[in-house]
């Protein structure tokens, strides 16, 4: 008997792991890949989000597996590297979780290596939004940083960015940190024009809106900051979100617009010298920059003197910073890499899912209120929008189909939540509403009433909180799954109108 090589033994495996993942993974197809997920309406679920993944991922990950590298290695450097460039950023530095990212990148720009001038100290203040993801806020009040809240505009969910001015005040302002929401870009143009104003960190939350692009006006002044950027044939300037401030976030959790399970990235956009930062405080609050597995990168390990360690101190061991352990694995970044290369697909199929959507349920108007791009005007029957005068445009990648139960519909939020959940139709309220409603913002505010600010009275995010619900438009919703949503709710629509007429 013939023994396999190790290589041929290896390949063996992945052959059989493949048709392993064919037969049991069928539901997490993307939902038009020639092989839909099988549906039976009102049976099957509809999720809001999931992972969507074939054999290849599955490969990916055994492969990995089977090399036993396990920490951040190999495949981490090249999907770092990957992401930097589809983003066209500086650098992308992977970790566990979006929500770590978050925390990272607040902590980086407490390092007492910045200009005193510019780094993040205890009791200064970060603007921010009210409504949204906890985790985008909660790192501000962990370092003992003033959270200043800004409303929320029901219609794109995101900041309303004209309250900026009103929320800064001169030598406590340090930072704005704020999302793009459910893939929906926040007003760039008037966020980066106030913090280059004020010289502000700007930090975006780019968990929800991996792939969005936001366009600048030709006759922005911000385009001086860019001599570089290619230009469209207009003048303004293309470019993804998560690209344009300071430093940005990620999330990789399975309804996220890739998955690795779970994981996250910081991205440093221009500024080199935030990478060490960010590394550092990912990785332990080690001094070195030494990446696994290497011991002598800056060719002086045992030529520091730092703080109070004797000269020659091992620069492997030497911690400038009250750092974590914030790294994902290997095997998780192997997967990662398969779904960049299905990121452009994914972009896209949500993009169409949405307006699918917006189409078959254009009709509901009277009882719907819509989601609209910022800068948006009016969604068209066509698919197209129309524009404010700014000269700036947005193109989402769609986390979700956003809607808003408007106060005159013969149904309320909580009923349609209801119905949809029956349908077995997966839906999210837009993550934590108004935040300062929140336990833990209550709690806080009666515990230490200096960490939060407030600007104006919150209406726009008690609106969200109180009448805004989102669907899928995820890459695993089939055509007929897209179908059974819009009938579902046009029926619904229809039955609580007549209900309401009877009574």
Same mark, same amino acid.
């Given at each position: 008997m013939t023994t396999m090589s190790n290589e041929d033994l290896k390949q063996e495996i992945l052959r059989l792991t493949r048709e392993y993942s064919s037969r049991v993974h069928g539901q997490n197809r993307p939902g038009e890949d020639g092989r839909p997920p099988k549906f039976i309406p009102g049976e099957t679920t509809v999720p809001y989000a999931g992972r969507v993944f074939t054999e290849d991922e599955v490969e990916a990950a055994?492969?990995?597996?089977?090399?036993?590298?396990?920490?951040?290695?190999?495949?981490?450097?090249?999907?770092?590297?990957?992401?930097?460039?589809?983003?066209?950023?500086?650098? @992308? +530095?992977?970790?566990?979780? *979006? /929500?770590?990212?978050? =925390?990272?990148?607040?902590?980086?720009?407490?390092? %007492?290596? !910045?200009?005193?001038?510019?780094?993040?100290?205890?009791?200064?203040?970060?603007?921010?939004?009210?409504?949204?993801?906890?985790?985008?806020?909660?790192?501000?009040?962990?370092?003992?940083?003033?959270?200043?809240?800004?409303?929320?505009?029901?219609?794109?969910?995101?900041?309303?960015?004209?309250?900026?001015?009103?929320?800064?005040?001169?030598?406590?302002?340090?930072?704005?940190?704020?999302?793009?929401?459910?893939?929906?870009?926040?007003?760039?143009?008037?966020?980066?024009?106030?913090?280059?104003?004020?010289?502000?960190?700007?930090?975006?939350?780019?968990?929800?809106?991996?792939?969005?692009?936001?366009?600048?006006?030709?006759?922005?002044?911000?385009?001086?900051?860019?001599?570089?950027?290619?230009?469209?044939?207009?003048? @303004? +300037?293309?470019?993804?979100? *998560? /690209?344009?401030?300071? =430093?940005?976030?990620?999330?990789?959790?399975?309804? %996220?617009? !890739?998955?690795?399970?779970?994981?996250?990235?910081?991205?440093?956009?221009?500024?080199?010298?935030?990478?060490?930062?960010?590394?550092?405080?990912?990785?332990w609050g080690r001094d070195c920059w030494c990446p696994s597995g290497k011991d002598n990168t800056c060719n002086k390990r045992f030529g520091w003197q730092l703080g109070e360690l004797p000269e020659g101190y091992d620069h492997k061991y030497i911690y400038s910073h009250l750092g974590y352990n914030l790294k994902p694995l290997d095997t998780q970044a192997a997967i990662g890499r398969v779904q960049l290369e299905k990121l452009p697909a994914f972009i896209q199929a949500r993009k169409d899912n949405w307006q699918t959507l917006r189409a078959g349920l254009a009709d509901l108007e009277e009882y719907i209120e819509f989601a609209l791009p910022t800068h948006a005007t009016k969604w068209n029957s066509d698919g197209t929008f129309e524009w404010d005068s700014t000269g700036c445009r947005t193109d989402c990648s769609w986390f979700g189909f956003k809607m808003s139960i408007r106060p005159e519909a013969p149904f309320t939020r909580t009923d349609f939540a209801k119905f949809l959940d029956e349908r077995k139709i997966g839906n999210r309220m837009l993550f934590g509403g108004n935040l300062l409603r929140q336990p833990a913002f209550v709690q806080l505010k009666h515990d230490n009433p200096a960490a939060i600010r407030i600007i104006g009275d919150m209406r726009g995010a008690d609106e969200i909180m109180n009448r805004t619900i989102f669907i899928g438009t995820y890459p695993g919703l089939s055509h007929a799954m897209l179908t059974y949503i819009i009938e579902s709710i046009q029926a619904f629509c229809r039955q609580s109108v007549s209900s309401s007429k009877l009574h």
């Open positions: 055994v492969s990995s597996t089977l090399d036993f590298w396990l920490t951040l290695g190999p495949e981490g450097d090249k999907f770092e590297s990957q992401l930097a460039d589809f983003l066209g950023v500086r650098k @992308s +530095l992977l970790v566990n979780s *979006g /929500s770590s990212a978050n =925390l990272l990148a607040i902590a980086a720009l407490t390092s %007492h290596k !910045l200009p005193a001038e510019k780094r993040l100290r205890p009791g200064d203040e970060v603007i921010t939004v009210a409504a949204g993801f906890p985790t985008t806020v909660s790192p501000l009040l962990q370092q003992g940083l003033t959270g200043v809240f800004i409303d929320a505009d029901p219609i794109t969910g995101n900041p309303r960015c004209e309250q900026l001015e009103e929320a800064y005040v001169p030598g406590k302002t340090k930072a704005v940190m704020m999302a793009h929401a459910l893939g929906n870009p926040f007003d760039l143009s008037t966020t980066l024009q106030f913090c280059k104003r004020h010289d502000l960190w700007l930090i975006e939350d780019n968990c929800d809106a991996l792939g969005c692009s936001y366009t600048m006006s030709a006759s922005s002044p911000l385009l001086a900051d860019y001599p570089k950027e290619p230009r469209n044939p207009d003048g @303004s +300037l293309t470019k993804y979100t *998560g /690209s344009w401030g300071d =430093l940005s976030t990620q999330s990789f959790y399975p309804p %996220h617009h !890739l998955t690795m399970g779970e994981g996250g990235a910081v991205s440093i956009v221009r500024q080199a010298a935030l990478k060490v930062l960010v590394e550092s405080f990912r990785d």
